[in-house]
């Protein structure tokens, strides 16, 4: 059993845009689409910023830790777990 396909859908060919059509500022799927992107944008720079923020200060808490260990026994054999 095939499916037609429906002629009023917006994934058929008739109601894609041609080349020599342009899309007005004010089209509500641009606007749509405008906003889509920026918000995409917008998640993508705070997932980075966290994840930034997440490693420099966990390098940070190493760091102050490893300076200030007393065994050094302790000291080699998590450096050699982290750096491995």
């Given at each position: ?15 894609w ?5 342009n ?10 689409y405008n906003t ?7 998640y993508?720079n705070?997932?980075?910023q966290?994840i ?5 200060i966990?390098?940070?808490?190493l760091v ?21």
């Amino acid at each position: 059993m095939t499916a037609t396909p429906n002629a009023n859908a917006p994934d058929t060919e008739e109601h894609w845009a041609r080349k020599p059509e342009n899309l007005d500022s004010d089209n509500l799927l641009w606007k749509q689409y405008n906003t889509y992107v920026d918000i995409f944008k917008f998640y993508v720079n705070v997932i980075w910023q966290v994840i930034t923020w997440f490693y420099a200060i966990t390098g940070a808490i190493l760091v102050y830790y490893f300076d200030h260990v007393k065994d050094t026994r302790i000291s080699d054999t998590l450096s050699y777990f982290l750096l491995s």
